[in-house]
Structures are given as structure tokens and as C-alpha cells.
């Protein structure tokens, strides 16, 4: 069963296959469906309850696996990320800062200064704009500007409507082949959800982790595999 019911445009984005089109709700708003998996849970006060924070301990594994393997390949060089360490411990932004030395950059994407602001060192390496990820002219210039025209991992976890997710997914055109994309919030958001399902296997060897949990927000990955 599909938890958001769309149709598939024809894309013309790199590395979808279709742009989902929502038949019952806005592409341009984000929400948690009401809808779940199991019938343990029927409402959506009962899951805030009960739903890990939001980075979980098995997502930050998932994460580490790819830190891990860009390591291993000596690819650790540059990390983009759009939504920027909103939750302290329960953070990918904390994650990633710890599991990281000054040798890979990193560039944080926010439209929140305050937040840019909080892991912004030059002398560690760690950029940020505080601007919306929709202008990514702007970002890209700014990516430019820290010498960098190729990223090794990116992350999703901004605005999770669906049209945000497909316009930040564009930023795959400078992701390096056996490069990873990992997008938080699989499981119950609709952009995540949907433009999980849209990724072009032709390019990227995907993967939804954590996807039977119930009180997890879900994490899925895509390893390019093939340049656009
Ligand atoms: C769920 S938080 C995740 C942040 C971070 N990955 C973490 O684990 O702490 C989402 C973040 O996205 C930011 N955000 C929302 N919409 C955005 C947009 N259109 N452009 C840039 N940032 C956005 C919010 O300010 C918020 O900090």
C-alpha cells in the first residue's frame, strides 16, 4: 500500500524517473500522515508520543555506514546538507561534525542564521548559508566560492514537502559517482516518500532503511552509480 497516492510526471531532473504529482494534498506543504503501517497506531498525538527524536540512534548507524565506506574509498572530501542541526544530540549535523576532522568540508544549507551559525569554523572546515535551499544558484555559488564543484555525501532533511525535496535533489548534479545522497524522513513525510520512489535506478543503487519501524522517521539511501 502507498501511503501518498500520486501520479508521475514526465521529469526533466537528473536522476528521477518522474516528478510526483500529489492527487489529495498540496506538493508545496508538508505534513505526517495519519496513516501508519501497522494499526497500532491511529492518531497522530499518540505517534508524537512515541516516535524516536528526531536523528535516531539507527538512522545515525545508517549514516555512519556511508561515512564509513566514502572513508574507505578516500572519498570523505565534501558533505552538503540542506536543514541544519535543529536537534543537539538527536542531529545528522551532530553526527556528521563528530565523525569528521578538518581534512573534509563541510556546507550546511538553512534558511535559520542562528543555526548556520552554530557549527560555522573555518578553522574546522565547516561552512554554511543561511538561505533558502530552493536558490540553488546562489548556493552554488557560494559551494563555489569554498573551492568545491563536487560533493561525496549529501543530505536531505530540510522543508519535506515535495516540491522542495525535487528542487533540492538537484544539487545530485554535483555529486560524485560512488557518491551518497541520504534523505531523513522516509517513512511518514511526503516529499522524502515520494521522491524516494522517484529515483532512477538507472543512476543511483537505492535503498529505504528502517522502514518497518514504526517509531522511526525513516532514513533511505542512493549511491551514484552512474554520471548523468
Ligand atoms: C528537521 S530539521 C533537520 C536539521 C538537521 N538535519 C538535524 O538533524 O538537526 C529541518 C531544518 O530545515 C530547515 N529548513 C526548512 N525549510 C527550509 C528551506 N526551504 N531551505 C533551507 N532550510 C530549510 C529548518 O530551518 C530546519 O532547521
Not at 543537539?88 to 568540508?105: A, M, V
Request: one cysteine or more; aromatic letters at 12%; hydrophobic letters at 35%.
Amino acid at each position: 500500500m502507498k501511503l501518498f497516492k500520486y501520479e508521475e510526471l514526465k521529469s526533466n531532473i537528473n536522476g528521477l524517473k518522474f516528478i510526483p504529482n500529489l492527487l489529495e494534498y498540496d506538493n508545496n506543504n508538508d505534513w505526517i500522515e495519519n496513516v501508519y503501517m501497522s494499526n497500532i497506531v491511529t492518531n497522530i498525538n499518540e505517534k508524537h508520543q512515541k516516535i524516536t527524536k528526531e536523528f535516531s540512534e539507527k538512522n545515525k548507524l545508517v549514516l555512519k555506514a556511508l561515512i564509513d565506506d566514502l572513508k574507505a574509498k578516500n572519498m570523505f572530501n565534501v558533505i552538503l546538507e540542506i536543514g541544519v542541526n535543529r536537534s543537539g544530540e538527536h542531529s545528522s549535523t551532530q553526527f556528521i561534525l563528530n565523525n569528521k576532522t578538518k581534512d573534509t568540508k563541510y556546507i550546511g544549507i538553512d534558511m535559520q542564521p542562528g543555526l548556520i551559525a552554530s557549527i560555522y569554523s573555518e578553522q574546522q572546515n565547516n561552512y554554511g548559508l543561511a538561505t533558502d535551499s530552493s536558490n540553488y544558484d546562489q548556493i552554488l555559488k557560494y559551494i563555489n566560492s569554498l573551492g568545491v564543484s563536487k560533493i561525496d555525501l549529501f543530505i536531505i532533511d530540510g522543508w519535506h514537502s515535495v516540491n522542495q525535496v525535487v528542487k533540492d535533489w538537484k544539487f545530485t548534479d554535483i555529486l560524485n559517482l560512488n557518491g551518497h545522497v541520504l534523505m531523513h524522513d522516509t517513512n511518514y513525510h511526503p516529499g522524502p516518500y515520494c521522491v524516494y520512489e522517484a529515483i532512477d535506478e538507472n543512476y543511483y543503487k537505492k535503498e529505504k532503511h528502517l522502514f518497518s519501524e514504526l517509531y522511526d522517521w525513516g532514513v533511505a539511501t542512493a549511491t551514484k552509480i552512474k554520471n548523468y
